[in-house]
């Protein structure tokens, strides 16, 4: 009687299983997926050894003004004065332990997924001539802030039309000594800063890196067909621009002026890129390709139809958790020689890390997440 009882439940069980399962499989299979990804071919990462070894000398970073700013993706300084862009559309200079507001370049309300176009998210951020910031906001376009005034004056508007495609993520920027020309990176001429993880997966070569002639308000294409292009960092003489891949941190994750590789199959997905004083550039990883181990964007390169599935089932922020956080900071010379490297696994002290700015015998680490600056003093490393 048990054995046939049991029998029934399970029928019973997997008939009415089925019978639910029946109409979410056809769901997903007839739903629309918000990206349209293209398949390409990573290298096997390299082995994380030797200057590449894991260690934690990451973890010795302090956290600055925690829970006063949120997601301080890019930090300049003139003299000692820290200046960011932050989640919520402002402009920021740090002085000591307190934050004062310079500028807010869109409108309130701020803070929610449905506001950022409007309030505006400032990312990467420069000091020009004359002690002039000059600010790349990821949707209302370039903008010249006097630190002092807090007077914003806009360049490029976001969403420019140029070459028959239009701007739609600006990301990170850099101005020469004169400030006549501004280099920047158009991340997508599809999607929104706010859907960078569709961005990434989607992984087609629609980025750019512009050049505004300041003078004439005129924009152009210097490089085309990049796959998610993010840091961007000029080269002493000016006449030569790196640019960070994020998604092809696989391939070539800088790229020099003229499409020459400058380091290629990093063993992380670069950010922002910026000089150190040994003459080489700081990368910041906020995730890596581990090696031996698991990479999640590796295997899925080469499989387009599960990244539409994944999508068609999860929100960004639920694939954003399926990502291992590990901060990963290195030091690059000329023709990508690993120099030196700090790391946090599972990202305790800094995490979502997007760039390292060297200032005084010290690192800042900024984030597009964090709600901190991390500061590593050199000398305890």
């Not at 949707?139 to 508007?157: C, H, K, S």
């Not at 992984?203 to 750019?208: F, K, L, P, V």
Request: proline share 6%; net charge neutral.
């Amino acid at each position: 009687f048990r054995t046939y009882s049991g029998r029934v439940f399970q029928v019973t069980f997997l008939s009415v299983g089925g019978v639910l399962l029946i109409p979410v499989l056809i769901l997903v299979l007839f739903l629309e997926s918000p990206i349209h990804p293209e398949a390409f071919s990573l290298r096997e990462p390299p082995l994380m050894d030797g200057c590449w070894a894991p260690n934690l000398k990451l973890r010795l970073a302090e956290r600055l003004f925690e829970d006063k700013v949120q997601g301080p993706e890019s930090i300049a300084n003139i003299g000692d004065v820290l200046y960011s862009g932050t989640a919520d559309g402002r402009i920021v200079k740090m002085v000591g332990n307190r934050i004062h507001t310079v500028a807010r370049l869109g409108r309130q309300p701020c803070g929610s997924r449905e506001d950022e176009p409007t309030c505006g998210r400032p990312l990467g951020i420069r000091v020009g001539p004359n002690g002039t910031l000059f600010v790349a906001d990821a949707y209302l376009g370039i903008f010249r802030v006097d630190p002092n005034t807090g007077e914003a004056v806009r360049l490029v508007e976001g969403g420019l039309v140029v070459a028959g495609r239009p701007i739609k993520f600006i990301n990170d920027l850099d101005v020469t000594r004169d400030g006549r020309r501004v280099y920047f990176t158009s991340s997508s001429s599809r999607w929104q800063r706010r859907d960078f993880l569709h961005l990434i997966m989607e992984a087609t070569e629609d980025g750019r890196v512009m050049e505004l002639d300041t003078e004439s308000g005129e924009v152009s294409v210097v490089m085309d067909r990049l796959r998610f292009p993010n840091g961007l960092q000029l080269l002493p003489d000016e006449e030569s621009v790196l640019v960070s891949e994020t998604t092809m941190g696989a391939r070539g994750g800088l790229n020099k002026g003229g499409m020459e590789t400058f380091a290629e199959n990093l063993p992380g997905f670069p950010d922002n890129i910026r000089r150190s004083s040994g003459g080489g550039l700081w990368v910041a990883m906020s995730a890596v390709r581990p090696c031996p181990g698991f990479s999640m964007l590796d295997f899925l390169s080469q499989r387009p139809w599960i990244k539409k599935l994944i999508f068609k089932i999860f929100s960004q922020d639920a694939v954003l958790r399926f990502v291992p956080r590990y901060s990963l900071v290195a030091e690059l010379q000329d023709g990508g020689v690993c120099v030196r490297t700090f790391h946090d696994p599972n990202g305790e002290v800094a995490t979502y890390i997007s760039e390292v700015h060297e200032h005084q015998g010290a690192l800042y680490i900024g984030s597009f997440r964090s709600p901190y600056v991390a500061k590593l003093d050199l000398s305890q490393v």
